[in-house]
Each structure stands twice: as C-alpha cells, then as structure tokens.
C-alpha cells in the first residue's frame, strides 16, 4: 500500500543521511583524517578523545540516521535481508522468583500508606466519636459475595475430586531434600537444589509425590466471631485448624454444621476506637452444637464426594482434566473477589495465615528472626498466591518427547502451577492468563545449536 507520507519522510532522511555524516566527520567522528586538527598541548589527543568531548546527541546522530535509513530501505521492500529477522519484544512473562529464608514477602500496600492510615486512625481515635462500619467490618454479611462463598467451596470439592483421578495416570515427583515437584515422567535434569544438605552438583533426589504435592493444605484457626479476640499462644490446641479456604468461604456466608460462626443481625459500632456490640454474646437462637454428630459426620462427607464423582467416567482423564481447570479458575477468581472484602493476614517470612482481620497470638513462627519475635509472626496483608499457593512446575511442551528438561536449556524452558501443568498434560487446554508464562513462542534449540544462540 503506498503511504505518501512515509515516502517522504524516507526520501529527506536520504538526503539529510550525507550532510549530517559529513558534519560528524568535520567534527571529528572520524579517527583516521580528522579534517581539522585539535590544537591542544597534549600530543596524546586523538579522535576519540575529541568524540567524548562532544555531547551524547552528537555522538549517537550517526548511529540513529544509519539505523533509520537501513529500517526504511526494508520497510519499503527495496532492500531484502539475506537472514531472518526475529522480534526482541518478547511476550514471555517473567518467572516466578523463589524468596531467599531472608526475604520478606512483598508488601500488598506501601508502607507509607499504611503509615499514613494508621496516622488517622489514631487522629479519629482520638475525638469521642462514631466511625462509620460497613460490611463486613461491622459484623454484617456481603449479600452480594455469599454466592461466591457457595460457589468457591463448590469449586474446591470439585477440584480435589478431579485431581485425585488425574494423579492416577501422571507420576508426580517431589524432591526429598528441597520440595521441588515436577509432574510427569521422567522429572527434569535442572540443577536447582541449594538447600542445606543437597549434593554439590545441585541435582534433586527425586520421589513419588501424591496431590498434597500440587495443591499444599494451607490452614487457618476457626473464628467463631471474626471480630472477637484473637486466639491466644495456650489456646492454639483448643481451637480448630481447617483450611483457609474453607475458613474464608465461612466467613463469606456459608454455613457449615461441623463449623458453626456467629451470624450477626445488628452491626457493631465504633466510637473512639472501640468497638461496641449491642447484640447479645449468645442468643437462645443461636445453637452451636445443634445438627452436629460427632462420630458420623466425616461419613458424610466422604459420601457426598463419592457421589458427585459418580457423574464422570473412570477412564475419561481429558473429561476430569477439563473441569478440574474450570473448577480451578473458578476457585481462584472467586477467592480473589472474596479477598476484596474479607480480609486475610499472612506471615511475612513463613506460610502462616489467618482468615480475619488480624492474625493469631501463637508463637510457631520459625522463620527469619523469629527470636527477635519471641516466636510471633509478622503479620501483613495477604494475596491469593498465600491462601492457594501455586506450586509453579517446569512446564513440558511435549509429553510424548520422553525426554527430561537439561540444565542447559534452563532459559527457554516456562514454567505453570502445578495444578494446571497437572491439567495441561492430561488434554485440558490452558487459559490465556498462563500463555506468557509457558514461553511456547520461544524456540528451544539443541545442545549444540544454543552455543550460536544471540
């Protein structure tokens, strides 16, 4: 298609090219017949020197309009490259980077805006007045997120449902000495095992792993009342542990026997940084032990799950693979929208987390610095990575291949969750949110051909 304005925008760079390349060479630019020569007292002046002196626009003009008049030449076909030209703007995303045992995890919201509102707050504290609660800060339910509950905690079943009948056609392995977890055979050469007690050659000491593996049980202790006390260091045996997840989509709105939570009719008032409740601490409605059975509920839950797995073949692996990345993506948007509201606190250094607005009391904190702390976490703000932590694999282009991810070739090689790597190898197709990070447009050359690679 011929563009005028493009022509002539070539055509005055072709004829700018010689007087500006002239003008550098009067100046200088050229080492060998400088037209002019420096009167300096120093013999040991040259060209180049002359070339510094000069100011950095001067010095990369020549460059720039060469450049240019080489991109028009081939923008208008009249000169052919004799290779092919590859894009440097790559679509890749950049890989997951694994936290040293020294390294606070990101902070969510700056440090000086957390500063900046825990300064007003300690003004508003200070005027005997009421501050306006919404939900679920003043007790109260988002009605338009106890859906999502329902549908996260559906999600969920339905995941570790179809994980557990994937896992038994794909081998799982986990390293014994780090934790690293590969899926499918054979595991990969990658020599990234650096902990304490791992060999000098860096290579993993490979295992059969299962599917705490891919998706890792995070707990959570058991609010009763999320805006009550938090759970002290005597009380951390007598208040149950259950999965975050679980412990959010109950606090979201749904209801659990097994698990009962206080559901609150009138809001909580705050007036002068206090919180006042005028609801009694237990009404006579409010039966915590009612509909429970001590020794049949887990009976229960195994066979509803038996039940709903009953819907899907046994053989059909691509089928199970299917939903159990819809049942992933749906888990973890939902989670995502109920962490908009509901808060989620996470230790800074260790995997610890606590569903509710601020975190337990409990000295279990083993991480960096923990004597400093008494043992006690350091607490922040959470993502969704903490709650449902994605064990980020090698991604494996071709399973059929046989062979293992070298060492390398450790830079052409993309990484997935564990969970969808899981999925992907068993026939589901991926979503458009992990294509940048299985690098499948980028060309992994051989052995002998990565010595040439620019």
């Known amino acids: 298609m011929y563009d005028p304005m493009r022509c002539q925008n070539f055509n005055f760079s072709l004829h700018l090219a010689p007087f500006v390349l002239s003008a550098l060479v009067s100046t200088g630019a050229d080492d060998s017949n400088p037209p002019h020569p420096v009167k300096t007292r120093n013999p040991r002046v040259t060209g180049e020197l002359v070339r510094r002196m000069l100011p950095r626009r001067i010095r990369n003009l020549r460059k720039i309009v060469v450049q240019n008049s080489f991109a028009s030449l081939i923008e208008l076909g009249k000169f ?31 440090v000086n805006e957390l500063k900046c509102k825990a300064r007003l707050q300690k003004q508003a504290r200070q005027e005997v007045s009421e501050i306006t609660l919404r939900p679920p800060e003043n007790g109260l339910l988002v009605k338009g997120l106890v859906p ?27 390293c014994r000495l780090c934790g690293e977890v590969h899926v499918g055979h054979p595991p990969h050469k990658i020599r990234t095992c650096n902990v304490t007690g791992s060999p000098a050659s860096k290579e993993h000491v490979w295992e059969i792993g299962g599917v705490e593996h891919v998706l890792p049980l995070v ?17 951390r045996l007598q208040v149950d542990q259950i999965p975050a997840i679980v412990e959010l989509c109950i606090q979201a709105g749904l209801d659990i026997p097994e698990y009962p939570t206080r ?14 409740d005028f609801e009694r601490r237990f009404p006579k409605y409010d039966s915590p032990g009612k509909d429970i059975n001590a020794y049949g509920f887990w009976e229960k839950r195994n066979q509803s799950s038996e039940n709903k797995s009953m819907h899907l073949l046994a053989d059909d692996v691509q089928g199970f693979a299917i939903q159990g990345m819809e ?3 749906k888990m973890w948007l939902g989670a995502s929208k109920l962490m908009q509201k509901y808060a989620v606190q996470t230790c800074g250094y260790c995997s610890e987390v606590q569903v509710g607005p601020k975190g337990h009391r409990v000295r279990n904190c083993q991480a960096y610095k923990h004597q400093m702390r008494d043992g ?30 070298v060492n390398g070739l450790q830079r052409y090689y993309g990484k997935l969750p564990a969970v969808v790597e899981l999925f992907a190898q068993a026939g589901a197709n991926v979503g458009e949110n992990y294509v940048a990070m299985m690098r499948e447009d980028v060309a992994v050359p051989g052995l002998d051909e990565e010595k040439w690679v620019v």
């Open 263 to 276: 559901r609150r009719t009138f809001p909580v008032y705050n007036v002068a940084g206090r919180m006042i």
């Open 219 to 235: 707990e959570s202790f058991h609010l009763y009342d999320r805006l009550g006390r938090a759970v002290s260091h005597n009380e």
């Open 327 to 329: 049942a992933w993506e």
């Open 80 to 110: 052919k490259l004799p290779f092919r030209s590859f894009s440097t703007n790559s679509t890749c995303k950049e890989l997951p980077r694994k936290l040293k045992k020294s390294e606070r995890k990101p902070w969510v919201t700056s």
């Open 148 to 174: 999502f509950a329902h549908e996260v905690y559906a999600a969920r079943a339905k995941l570790f449902t179809c994980v557990s009948m994937v896992v038994k056609s794909t081998i799982i392995y986990s």
């Open 376 to 405: 006690q976490h350091a607490w922040q703000e959470a993502t969704v990575d903490d709650l449902i932590p994605p064990v980020h694999v090698w991604h494996v282009r071709d399973v059929q291949d046989g062979g293992p991810l």
